[in-house]
Nanobody, 125 residues
Framework: QVQLAESGGDSVQAGGSLRLSCIFS????????MGWFRQAPGKEREGVAY????????DYADSVKGRFTISQDKAKNTLYLQMNNLKPEDTAMYFC??????????????????WGQGTQVTVSS
């Protein structure tokens, strides 16, 4: 059974940085779209960053462009999310996810098959 496990969440002040890691149990997960999502209390889960194996491209939600970077180390079966210049509105539980498809053309939460348990990021002003 495929498992994903996030780590790296913490409490930081605005302007700080964090790097989230997601270790996945099977390398085949990385052959499909992988992404980072977040969910704040009372809000829907939203996608923030995607890593597309189809063409090696990455994409980001407008709210994090220029501040977050998604990357992957296939040798370590690990997906990363580098978060810089954090803002209080970035406070949320962050999840990594492995998709059904070989492309990130489909990126709704329902298009992702495997989910980690989440790691909490809290940004104070």
């Amino acid at each position: 059974q495929v498992q994903l496990a996030e780590s790296g969440g913490d409490s930081v002040q605005a302007g700080g940085s964090l790097r989230l890691s997601c270790i996945f149990s099977e390398y085949t997960v990385s052959s499909r779209c992988m992404g980072w999502f977040r969910q704040a209390p009372g809000k829907e889960r939203e996608g923030v960053a995607y890593n597309d194996p189809d063409d090696g491209s990455t994409d980001y939600a407008d709210s994090v462009k220029g501040r977050f970077t998604i990357s992957q180390d296939k040798a370590k079966n690990t997906l990363y999310l580098q978060m810089n210049n954090l803002k209080p509105e970035d406070t949320a539980m962050y999840f990594c996810a492995g998709g059904y498809y070989y492309s990130c053309r489909w990126r709704a939460t329902s298009d992702f098959r495997y989910w980690g348990q989440g790691t909490q990021v809290t940004v104070s002003s």
